[in-house]
């Protein structure tokens, strides 16, 4: 039989033994050798079923076809909008998923986007040479107006969201900020100044402490005491 040497939620390092036997398979962020599965990488234990994955700590947001990001627009070109995005690679927005409006040949498309412009958008290709592609045609998908941007770690962000978004919800519900939470890792926040306040200081903590159990109570209470810390983290 299988031996499972690390609990579910438990911090590993690369080399570190999970788990013995041939009950269980390895998945991302594990390899086997012999009868042993070995972490690979800094992570986070996920134990599905049979499958042993890890969920990084750490590293830079690598683009999935679906996610909807954050990005800033670093430059304007004849047929579209290119956006930085938290990544090793920057993401292509396009005219015609930019806008159902008719524009121009050669019109100023800073009129619509320019540079340093914040936007939420949805990524619906990634090519095999890393290539992304983005659209605005969907619900929340935008150009975000005044705020507060923050980055986190991009593995932190499921933490963030919560279960069916529970987290985040209960984050807006507390501050009564506007949330917008991308899966690259960068969160804009909108509200008075001292409920943006607030809701950074919850957000550093989920970030921090997202790998103990009983958090959802923490960030309760945390955001029961109204502690508005943390203003060095504010990009």
Not at 26 to 36: I, L, N, S, V
Request: charged share 25%.
């Amino acid at each position: 039989m299988g031996n499972l040497l690390m609990q579910d939620k438990s911090v590993v390092v690369p080399g570190e033994v999970i788990a013995e036997g041939l009950d269980f398979l390895p998945a991302a962020g594990t390899f086997r050798d012999g009868e042993k599965i070995i972490a690979s990488k800094l992570g986070l234990i996920s134990i599905d079923g049979r499958l042993v994955r890890l969920i990084p700590l750490s590293g830079k947001y690598l683009p999935k076809n679906g996610d909807v990001i954050i990005g800033t627009v670093m430059d304007v070109t004849f047929s579209g909008w290119r956006l930085e995005i938290n990544s090793a690679y920057t993401a292509m927005l396009g005219i015609k998923d930019a806008t159902s409006s008719f524009i121009m040949r050669g019109a100023d498309l800073t009129k619509f986007f320019t540079f340093g412009d914040f936007i939420a958008a949805k990524i619906i290709n990634v090519t095999s040479q890393n290539l992304v592609d983005l659209t605005l045609k969907g619900p929340g998908l935008r150009k975000l107006g005044e705020g507060r941007i923050i980055y986190v770690n991009p593995h932190k962000v499921p933490r963030i969201i919560g279960k069916q978004g529970s987290m985040v919800m209960m984050l807006k519900e507390s501050t009564g900020c506007n949330i917008v939470v991308g899966q690259n890792g960068v969160i804009w926040i909108s509200g008075k100044p001292e409920d943006e306040m607030k809701a950074v200081s919850a957000i550093r903590k989920i970030e921090a402490e997202s790998h103990m159990p009983g958090l959802t109570e923490r960030i309760k209470d945390h955001l029961g005491n109204g502690n508005t810390g943390e203003k060095n983290d504010i990009q």
